[in-house]
């Protein structure tokens, strides 16, 4: 039996790496960055939802001009398997 608080001790197993354009990422964020980029399945400024994207927005109007910052987080179904890129 663990003791509370063990089980985050737990090791993970390791992330699988792959080479996307000359950078080394983990593979499911390879598989969304050839999803919107090499295959070009953006779905910026479609004008009806689409199920198979989701994303959570963390933006701050700083007060001052027509900018906002922030983060976008966008998850993605490919086929099934579900991966997220960052957008800054």
């Known amino acids: 039996?663990?003791?509370?608080?063990?089980?985050h001790d737990e090791e993970q197993p390791p992330t699988r790496m792959v080479v996307w354009r000359g950078n080394s990422v983990p593979e499911k964020e390879a598989k969304?960055?050839?999803?919107?980029?090499?295959?070009?399945?953006?779905?910026?400024?479609h004008q009806r939802p689409d199920p198979r994207i989701r994303f959570s927005a963390n933006l701050t109007?700083?007060?001052?001009?027509?900018?906002?910052?922030?983060?976008?987080?966008?998850?993605?179904?490919?086929?099934?398997?579900?991966?997220?890129l960052a957008y800054f």
Not at 1 to 7: H, I, L, S, V
Not at 38 to 45: A, R
Not at 61 to 77: A, S
């Open 1 to 7: 039996m663990m003791a509370p608080g063990d089980e």
């Open 32 to 45: 969304a960055l050839r999803h919107v980029f090499d295959n070009l399945q953006d779905h910026f400024g």
């Open 61 to 84: 109007y700083p007060g001052h001009g027509p900018m906002w910052v922030g983060d976008l987080d966008f998850m993605y179904d490919i086929n099934g398997d579900h991966c997220s």
